[in-house]
């Protein structure tokens, strides 16, 4: 397998840091994604930007004066939750279309919104996850002791990850319904399938796990993972993950290193290592090919690279 680069854009601030989001894709528009200025960088000069997969070249962008930590999408416009603050921009356009200030809870990392007026969101070290009406002064607060993923089932129903289980938090009440025990994770994926992609260390050796559990349906008595593979040559928390829009691949990234992973044939399909560069992000949008998004933070150079 060959690697190629696509392209190479030297940025304007720096797109790294704690609390900072990694590269995200557009649902809605696989020819753009997103990066979030970070640390290192003045307050009064951050933005969210918007950039072309295709070329690197800067799209649109909209001034935060904080680093966005993650992002919502809905068709028409898309939610950047900062750490104190929300706001809701259009797209493409990144035309502001709103602000909140009220009642918004700290350093959410993970946010899933309604549709209409309610958007739920968790820090990841957080004891509660919340549950606010934009505009409101104070968001209710469930339970959960820590969080990986909040997923849109639909305009009532969320998937909450917390690490031990796979939940179900429902509106307007807000109730919490445990959907299964799990073994200890610190990944998680939810595919176009509903399909969820759970990434873990084994107890003993420390080795890659990870864990396919089916959509969860309205009989949620039982929910087990369909699927366990292991993958030999990865070890330690500090792996992140990345899928195919087909399902078929299950990309590793640490450091440096990426790794592809058929599912179907069990079996790894490439391996790489990028010098001077870590692996930041994988789009692989299907019939378009994989785009590999590297990263230097010394030069503040943002790399595209494509399999061959």
């Not at 946010?111 to 002064?137: C, H, P, Q, R, V």
């Not at 919490?176 to 990944?187: E, G, I």
């Not at 990865?234 to 990309?251: C, F, H, N, Q």
């Not at 450091?255 to 290592?273: E, I, M, Q, T, Y």
Request: hydrophobic residues 35%; contains cysteine; glycine residues 8%.
């Amino acid at each position: 397998m060959n690697i190629r680069e696509k392209w190479s854009q030297t940025l304007k601030n720096n797109i790294d840091g704690g609390g900072v989001m990694s590269p995200a894709p557009d649902p809605f528009d696989p020819s753009a994604f997103y990066v979030t200025d970070g640390w290192g960088s003045y307050y009064n000069s951050i933005r969210l930007r918007r950039l072309s997969l295709e070329t690197g070249e800067e799209l649109a962008s909209v001034l935060t004066r904080d680093a966005v930590r993650c992002l919502w999408f809905e068709e028409d416009a898309l939610f950047a939750l900062l750490s104190k603050r929300v706001v809701r921009a259009a797209r493409p356009s990144m035309e502001v279309l709103d602000c909140w200030r009220r009642g918004i809870p700290a350093c959410s990392d993970y946010a899933a919104f309604d549709g209409e007026k309610t958007l739920l969101s968790m820090n990841w070290a957080a004891s509660y996850l919340s549950i606010l009406e934009l505009g409101e002064a104070k968001a209710r607060r469930k339970r959960l002791e820590s969080c990986c993923g909040i997923f849109r089932e639909d305009s009532r129903r969320f998937l909450v990850m917390n690490g031990a289980g796979i939940y179900r938090c429902t509106l307007p009440e807000g109730s919490l319904q445990k959907l299964a025990d799990t073994k200890p994770y610190y990944r998680c994926l939810r595919g176009g399938s509903g399909r969820l992609y759970l990434l873990r260390s084994g107890e003993e050796d420390w080795l890659t796990q990870v864990l396919i559990y089916p959509p969860p349906g309205e009989e949620t008595e039982g929910l087990a993972p369909e699927r366990i593979f292991q993958v030999p040559w990865l070890r330690g928390p500090k792996v992140y993950i990345a899928l195919s829009r087909d399902e078929e691949t299950v990309y590793f990234m640490q450091g440096d290193f990426l790794w592809a992973w058929s599912v179907s044939r069990g079996k790894p399909l490439f391996r790489h290592s990028f010098q001077d560069e870590y692996v930041s992000a994988v789009f692989d949008n299907g019939p378009q090919g994989a785009s590999i998004l590297t990263y230097n933070r010394d030069k503040r150079r943002l790399v595209c690279w494509a399999p061959e």
